[in-house]
């Protein structure tokens, strides 16, 4: 079997050799660099399965690094993890603003971090076995994907231009998508599914960091969460938006993850937004995103 690779950035010579000697150790293949000059070229060019980015790094920070990545190579299927030892909010904030799929807090557990990589990758692998076995549920027997819904061809099928213009300084431009979920690896999905829709988005990985985004001057479009966020329920943070404006009612899109069937009652029953169910179909998704661009529009126009 193929070794997976995992990279690691980080400008102390001490972590690259110890982190690198144990990752060696748990069977990966270990790719190291002591600055972010040539890293995203390097990136490109390996491919690796997981990077492990330093955040403080002289020059260019990791947060910033990362965002070089994912500008440059949207489609990557590497998962980019901020290694650092920031506080937990400072490093979640970080992980959400420049589109890292998260991080791992450097501590003088190395059995740990090997653990955690273990942990990302293989839940990594789970996704994506999940999402080729609904592709190909999804196939109709004559080998091509069907495209038959006329709303998935229609005028606001990708084209920016056909979209209600955002309010704030994204005017003119493509309309902006909140992703709200605990789980980086589900929002990175996401914008994968969603990435020729035509849409901008933006990460939030906890309730209280949406809501800043959401009560922002410049607030997202449309937000897309999760309907259990940790210990709490998305219906807070519907709850908490309406409080400020009851416009946002219509702007919210639920889906469900994991499909159970207790929750969906428990959370069904107090939302009238509807709620995708797992496994989750991206078209549906981007219908849904529409409808809510579409209704927002409509009423703007009316006003």
């Known amino acids: 079997m193929r070794k997976q690779t995992v990279m690691v950035v980080d400008d102390s010579e001490i972590v690259l050799e110890v982190v690198g000697n144990a990752l060696q150790e748990a069977g990966y293949r270990v790719i190291t660099r002591n600055r972010a000059s040539g890293c995203v070229a390097l990136m490109l060019q390996e491919s690796p399965d997981l990077v492990l980015v330093d955040v403080t790094m002289p020059g260019v920070g990791g947060d910033t690094l ?119 690896l589900v929002l990175s999905s996401f914008r994968r599914g969603l990435q020729h829709e035509g849409m901008t988005f933006e990460f939030a990985l906890s ?39 009851p416009g946002w009612v219509s702007r919210f899109v639920y889906f469900c993850d994991k499909d159970s069937e207790e929750t969906m009652k428990r959370f069904g029953a107090r939302i009238a937004s509807p709620v995708l169910r797992a496994p989750v179909d991206m078209e549906e998704v981007a219908r849904a995103i529409r409808a809510c661009l579409r209704q927002r529009g409509a009423r703007r126009a009316a006003s």
């Open 66 to 184: 990362v965002r070089c990545f994912g500008t440059a190579h949207p489609n990557s299927q590497s998962i980019v993890l901020l290694h650092s030892s920031l506080p937990e909010e400072a490093l979640r904030t970080k992980a959400a603003t420049s589109g890292a799929h998260g991080y791992i807090r450097k501590s003088n557990s190395v059995s740990g971090l090997v653990r955690e990589v273990n942990t990302w990758l293989r839940r990594a692998s789970l996704r994506e076995h999940a999402s080729s076995d609904t592709r190909a549920a999804a196939q109709p027997s004559g080998g091509a994907m069907s495209s038959s819904s006329s709303d998935t061809h229609g005028p606001n099928s990708g084209d920016p231009a056909s979209y209600p213009s955002h309010s704030g300084t994204h005017a003119n431009q493509a309309p902006v998508v909140l992703l709200v979920d605990t789980d980086m």
């Open 207 to 245: 309730i209280g960091h949406a809501v800043r985004m959401l009560m922002s001057s410049d607030p997202p479009d449309v937000v897309v969460s999760n309907v259990q966020l940790g210990d709490t329920s998305g219906r807070e943070l519907l709850d908490r938006a309406v409080e400020v404006d």
